[in-house]
C-alpha cells in the first residue's frame, strides 16, 4: 500500500488549501483515511479522518472543526483535506494516513494507523 499526499504550498492568512492523497495497491474504499499533521519542533498531532467505504462519518480536532473538511473519492482513490482561513499556526507538514476498515473502524491516534504517506508542506505567511 502506497500513500502519496500532494497539493502544499505557500499561501497567505486567511487563504484556502485543498490537499489530496492518493492510495494504491489496495483496494481504497476498505481503507479509514486520516490526515495528521507536525509543525516544526512539535509532535505530530491528528487533524481529520474519514470512515471507510462511503465516508459517511467524519472527525476532526476540535480546534480545527469547521475551519477543515476532509472528504473522499473511491472513484479516485483520493481522500481530500479542504482548509479554509488558514492561519500562520497551521503551518506543518501535513500526512495522510490509513488504517483497515474492518479492523475497528476510525482512530484519532498515530499508532492505529497502519501505512502514512511522506507528507505535503503547508506554509502559511501572516
Known amino acids: 500500500v502506497q500513500l502519496q499526499a500532494f497539493g502544499g504550498g505557500l499561501v497567505q492568512a486567511g487563504d484556502s488549501l485543498i490537499v489530496s492523497c492518493i492510495v494504491s495497491g489496495s483496494p481504497f474504499s476498505s481503507f479509514v483515511m486520516g490526515w495528521f499533521r507536525q509543525a516544526p519542533g512539535k509532535e505530530r498531532e491528528f487533524v481529520a479522518a474519514?470512515?471507510?467505504?462511503?465516508?459517511?462519518?467524519?472527525y476532526y480536532a476540535d480546534s480545527l472543526k469547521g475551519r477543515f473538511t476532509i472528504s473522499r473519492d473511491n472513484a479516485k482513490n483520493t481522500v481530500y483535506l479542504q482548509m479554509n482561513s488558514l492561519k500562520p499556526e497551521d503551518t506543518a507538514v501535513y500526512y495522510c494516513?490509513?488504517?483497515?476498515?474492518?479492523?475497528?473502524?476510525?482512530?484519532?491516534?498515530?499508532?492505529?494507523?497502519?501505512?502514512w504517506g511522506q507528507g505535503t508542506e503547508v506554509t502559511v505567511s501572516s
Open positions: 474519514i470512515s471507510w467505504s462511503s465516508g459517511s462519518s467524519t
Open positions: 494516513a490509513a488504517r483497515w476498515g474492518h479492523d475497528g473502524g476510525v482512530r484519532v491516534t498515530l499508532n492505529d494507523y497502519r501505512y
